[in-house]
């Protein structure tokens, strides 16, 4: 498993579904992926001033997140994507 450091937060993407409710199925044309995710590690926090600051998320939070931020990583067979806690924008509640 990762262990992040500083205020680098893991992140799990949630699967995007391809079929509507009623149950049709859309097709496998690219399309932009959601900007969502569930916190799956949470580093400890950045130093300021020789304070360490500490993190909004916690794990289980699900996130939206900058689109083109982060650095993706596959671990185990599973993807991952690793972000500072800067580019999480909100926490879906």
Known sequence: MLKPLHDNVILEKEKVENKTASGIILSDKPKEQPSVAKVVAVGEGEV???KV???HVSVGDKVIF???????VT???QD???VSQKDILAIVE
Do not use: A, F, H, S
């Open 48 to 50: 300021v001033e020789g």
């Open 53 to 55: 600051v500490p993190m």
């Open 66 to 72: 900058k689109r083109y931020g982060g650095t993706e």
């Open 75 to 77: 671990i185990d067979d």
């Open 80 to 82: 991952y994507l690793i």
